[in-house]
């Protein structure tokens, strides 16, 4: 079974702190994606790999950036965390069209 | 800027009752997908349509996939608690789906014993 994890589940930041999120998949996937979920807004994405080092904004990329050093690890980092990136973040791989999630970290920023 | 549209996005329903969702939207997809989330979960999928006009059945489920590309459904019959959790639709355009996987907002079913 192909597994996805992230590092934390749950995450309480101040405003203005840096935050790092970890995920890591077992499946030698060389796609990976960043989501976030919110009430009535569904996934969105915030940035994909296709390959080590490589990167592309998704669709709400403002305020976060990424890292893929080795194809298993793939990170979100929030430089300055503020109120609205308070959210549901989910990780996935990607292979064969389908898209394996991590169980998500719950970040709430105050 | 592609979208997803699902409704409901709110159903509560009695045990054995049916029910269908729907995702619907103005652009054409190569494949749509359907996955279910429980809570604490990350989504997990349940099934892909990849043909105008297909028909997919998983137990109790029946997928369709709209003529044109462009909208889908998923019926339940005589429903189970179990069945209760958030259904996301998911559009992909190119060969296996390219990068980008569009999601419709879901729709979220409890079911009562």
């Known amino acids: 079974d192909v597994k996805v994890t992230q590092s934390s589940r749950y995450l309480v930041k101040r405003t203005g702190e840096k935050v790092f999120l970890e995920c890591v998949q077992d499946?030698?996937?060389?796609?990976m994606f960043w989501y976030r979920q919110d009430p009535g807004l569904g996934l969105r994405l915030i940035y994909f790999?296709?390959?080590?080092?490589?990167?592309e904004k998704g669709d709400i990329p403002e305020g976060y950036s990424v890292s893929r050093e080795k194809k298993e690890r793939f990170s979100l980092i929030l430089e300055s965390a503020s109120t609205n990136q308070t959210s549901m973040y989910l990780c996935?791989?990607?292979?064969?069209?389908?898209?394996?999630f991590g169980e998500g970290s719950r970040l709430t920023v105050l | 800027t592609q979208l997803l549209e699902q409704s409901p996005q709110f159903l509560s329903i009695q045990e054995g009752e049916n029910l269908t969702v729907y995702c619907n939207s103005s652009s054409v997809f190569s494949s749509l997908q359907w996955y279910r989330q429980e809570p604490g979960e990350g989504p997990v999928l349940l099934v892909t349509v990849v043909t105008g006009g297909e028909v997919k059945k998983l137990k109790r489920l029946t997928f369709q996939f709209g003529d044109a590309r462009k909208d889908s459904s998923l019926h339940i019959t005589a429903a189970q608690p179990g069945d209760t959790g958030l259904y996301l639709c998911a559009g992909a355009t190119g060969r296996e789906g390219g990068f980008k996987t569009i999601f419709g907002a879901g729709t979220r079913l409890f079911v009562k014993a």
């Open positions: 499946m030698d996937h060389e796609n």
């Open positions: 790999s296709y390959d080590v080092k490589m990167k």
């Open positions: 996935a791989s990607k292979f064969g069209g389908e898209l394996f």
